[in-house]
């Protein structure tokens, strides 16, 4: 990181500094961590208790935070989005573009734009298009007729199968499959019979798809990653889903065909999804929640099948105190039945 001082931070950050404006931040670290040139932030209130102790040079925290009087802090509106902002400009780096290593593929058809950087041993297929300053690392597979926008950067080991488009700003992790066959078996009797899948999978810009996620193609049509959607490791899209942007789909969900989630869902860990349904904007589903029909808009659920999310904490807690609860219907049973006396 390059050294800025609280004033000239306070000023890039839009927030109100109260403390020293000419001491110098050279480094960014945790609360607990930080020192005197370091900045950290207070995202949670419950870590407010470790204020005191604390030995940064400026926090970043909420404007209400109660904080010791000699320590130097930045009061902003949301300190994990300041924190964020103040990391990613001082991890950014200038462009240095490597154009084509001399062990990588490029068929002669593709079209590549300015600035690209094609590492040993990736590869560019037929009539595939890259965009400016589209970054692939080593052992990437871009397929005949694929298409990368401008600014994206796929990572070792990602395949994207024939005919599938990659938006703008993009980030793909490694190991990552798009536009493997959907799941599509027509049984005859006795066994099954495949489906031709010949549609695409499309995603918008600023996606970012995680470690080993899959995302297959349509049978028909697309499958669509819609803008700004965020894709953890070992996520699995099927085919003809479409993703609402602004999405946040977390490791191990997996989501069967032709499922269609609105903008701004949250689905948590090895969330399960079935297939031909619907999630409306702005549903939250709660960790390892099994959904088999569709959500309306604002929905907060967990569960199998989803709950309301309250109402599924209270189900929890009783299922809890089951075995209390029999012990005491035995023995309601017991005296009812010595209060009836002997039977005739």
């Known amino acids: 990181?390059?050294?800025?001082?609280?004033?000239?931070?306070?000023?890039?950050?839009?927030?109100?500094?109260?403390?020293?404006?000419?001491?110098?931040i050279k480094g960014i670290k945790g609360i607990e961590d930080a020192g005197p040139e370091d900045l950290a932030f207070l995202a949670n209130p419950k870590y407010a208790k470790?204020?005191?102790?604390?030995?940064?040079?400026?926090?970043?925290?909420?404007?209400?935070?109660?904080?010791?009087?000699?320590?130097?802090?930045?009061?902003?509106?949301?300190?994990?989005?300041?924190?964020?902002?103040?990391?990613?400009?001082?991890?950014?780096?200038?462009?240095?573009?490597?154009?084509?290593?001399?062990?990588?593929?490029v068929e002669a058809s593709a079209r590549l734009g300015r600035d690209v950087s094609v590492h040993a041993l990736a590869y560019v297929g037929e009539g595939a298009v890259l965009g400016d300053r589209v970054v692939l690392h080593p052992h990437v597979y871009v397929g005949p007729?694929?298409?990368v926008g401008d600014d994206s950067v796929l990572h070792p080991g990602v395949v994207l199968y024939?005919?599938?488009?990659?938006?703008?700003?993009?980030?793909?992790?490694?190991?990552?499959?798009?536009?493997?066959?959907?799941?599509?078996?027509?049984?005859?009797?006795?066994?099954?019979?495949?489906?031709?899948?010949?549609g695409i999978v499309?995603?918008?810009d600023d996606v970012e798809v995680g470690a080993l996620c899959?995302?297959?193609?349509?049978?028909?049509?697309?499958?669509?990653i819609q803008r700004g959607v965020k894709m953890d490791d070992?996520?699995?899209?099927?085919?003809?889903?479409?993703?609402?942007?602004?999405?946040?789909?977390?490791?191990?969900?997996?989501?069967?065909?032709?499922?269609?989630l609105g903008k701004h869902v949250i689905l948590a860990g090895q969330v399960g999804v079935a297939g031909h349904i619907s999630i409306g904007d702005n549903v939250i589903i709660g960790p390892q929640s099994g959904v088999n029909s569709s959500i309306a808009d604002g929905q907060v659920v967990t569960g199998r099948p989803p709950l309301p999310h309250r109402q599924f904490l209270r189900t929890r807690g009783a299922l809890a105190?089951?075995?209390?609860?029999?012990?005491?219907?035995?023995?309601?049973e017991a005296q009812i039945k010595k209060l009836q006396g002997p039977q005739a």
């Open 1 to 24: 990181m390059q050294q800025i001082n609280l004033s000239q931070l306070a000023a890039l950050l839009g927030g109100r500094l109260e403390g020293p404006g000419e001491r110098v």
């Open 50 to 105: 470790l204020l005191p102790a604390c030995r940064a040079g400026v926090v970043l925290v909420r404007p209400g935070q109660e904080v010791p009087e000699d320590l130097a802090v930045i009061r902003v509106d949301d300190p994990y989005l300041a924190y964020a902002k103040v990391l990613t400009e001082a991890t950014r780096q200038p462009l240095k573009p490597l154009g084509v290593h001399p062990q990588a593929v």
């Open 145 to 147: 007729g694929c298409q």
């Open 162 to 198: 024939h005919g599938c488009l990659v938006g703008q700003r993009c980030i793909i992790h490694g190991g990552t499959i798009i536009g493997a066959d959907g799941y599509g078996f027509a049984p005859d009797g006795q066994a099954y019979f495949k489906i031709p899948q010949v």
């Open 202 to 204: 499309q995603i918008d």
């Open 214 to 224: 899959t995302i297959d193609r349509a049978a028909t049509g697309r499958t669509w």
């Open 234 to 260: 070992h996520v699995h899209v099927a085919h003809n889903c479409v993703i609402g942007e602004d999405t946040l789909l977390v490791c191990q969900v997996g989501i069967s065909g032709s499922t269609k």
């Open 321 to 332: 105190k089951l075995p209390e609860y029999l012990e005491r219907v035995r023995a309601l």
